[in-house]
């Protein structure tokens, strides 16, 4: 595992493990983010055009998705436990405002099984951390979106070294300890977390990667008070 690439063995532990949070996913992140998640949220939804087409990459259980309001919406993810569990809350809410159900789609950030320029947004929150090949996921993305189009990653933040082993020492020792509680075993799946942050890159790193494999301009910056990063990389129109 690098900031670039998961090896398939490590991948695969990480798809169970990331299944085996969905019981507690947003109790923990809640407690992991000091209640920020929710605000990183909103500020994402905030970047979205009403009556775009929206694709989230890595749903997870819809935490995120549930939210989009007057857009039309497509769940990505990778595990089916995740898209069964986000499937009816998400068109729950969406039912309730009056809104057309969401498409749900199982697949990866590096073959995305849908067509070339079909989203005006792509979203991944707290997913590209563990995109197996950060590179052609990004790659995958631009290809699926509109011209003009934008992605948005919002995901826990690293600008340099010193601030790395901090969010490493929280992740570690605040939410690791927590997380032992909720789930009742040592040898919590949120142990993850903290692994794919270790080898997460900084923020100029991959405002660079994306600038390499064509989005332009790109623009990141680290969200109050320094835990997430947020960026916003367009494609050409």
């Not at 142990?191 to 990141?220: A, E, I, N, S």
């Amino acid at each position: 595992m690098d900031s670039e690439h998961i090896g398939d063995s490590d991948w695969s532990q990480l798809q169970t493990n990331l299944e085996a949070t969905i019981p507690v996913y947003d109790r923990i992140n809640r407690f992991a983010t000091l209640g920020q998640d929710q605000r990183w949220r909103k500020g994402v939804r905030a970047q979205i055009t009403p009556g775009s087409d929206v694709l989230e990459v890595g749903c997870g259980p819809g935490t995120f998705a549930e939210r989009i309001e007057g857009c039309e919406v497509t769940c990505l993810d990778p595990i089916p436990a995740m898209l069964e569990v986000a499937r009816p809350r998400v068109n729950n809410a969406r039912t309730a405002r009056g809104e057309s159900e969401a498409t749900f789609v199982e697949g990866t950030a590096e073959s995305i099984p849908l067509d070339d320029n079909s989203f005006d947004f792509v979203c991944c929150l707290f997913s590209f951390r563990d995109f197996q090949d950060k590179r052609k996921g990004l790659e995958e993305i631009l290809r699926v979106l509109k011209p003009g189009g934008k992605l948005i990653i919002c995901d826990a933040g690293k600008a340099n070294f010193l601030h790395g082993w901090m969010g490493w020492l929280w992740m570690k020792v605040w939410v690791g300890t927590y997380a032992r509680l909720i789930c009742k075993q040592d040898d919590h799946p949120w142990k993850w977390l903290t692994k794919t942050y270790v080898h997460f890159g900084t923020t100029r790193q991959y405002k660079k990667m994306m600038r390499d494999v064509g989005y332009t301009p790109v623009k990141g910056r680290l969200l109050f008070p320094g835990m997430a990063v947020r960026f916003i990389a367009q494609k050409s129109e």
